[in-house]
């Protein structure tokens, strides 16, 4: 598996767990009402288990099985793809911190950070998305 595979799905894996923690306490929170602010952590639990989890292992799994190039470098420009994965991440992080730190601007930023991030790895991707040849 590629490195990059690697940190996609790393990454992935530590926004499920950041989610599930976020939902849990929230779920807790319903059952037996011990903090109101805790509602205030719904956005970061949607933010991590729809675009952390979900994208990024998406991500993750296309770059490393898609099929390869057989001339020049086997996966193309891995430097888009680096690019689309911090930028990605930049992106959660800032939409999930908002409500802590009353920056409307920062959902925005991040919106459009996920998007471009998005928009950078299906361009990087695009040629190898291809029918079988027989």
């Not at 530590?14 to 779920?27: A, D, E, K, Q, R």
């Not at 903090?35 to 288990?49: D, I, Q, R, Y």
Request: proline content about 6%; hydrophobic content about 60%.
């Amino acid at each position: 598996m590629p490195r990059l595979s690697v940190w996609f799905i790393r990454c992935s894996f530590i926004y499920l767990f950041l989610g599930f923690t976020l939902g849990g306490i929230i779920l807790a929170n319903k059952g037996y009402p011990f903090a109101p602010w805790v509602w205030s952590l719904l956005p970061a639990h949607m933010e991590f288990l729809l675009l952390g989890w979900m994208v990024q292992l998406t991500m993750g799994v296309a770059f490393w099985i898609l099929p390869r190039f057989r001339s020049g470098p086997p996966r193309g420009n891995i430097d888009l793809v680096w690019s689309a994965f911090v930028i990605l991440n930049t992106g959660i992080v800032m939409v999930a911190v908002q409500p802590f730190i009353s920056m409307t601007w920062l959902t925005q930023t991040g919106r459009i950070l996920e998007t471009i991030s998005v928009l950078l790895f299906v361009f990087a991707l695009w040629q190898r998305v291809k029918a079988i040849e027989v």
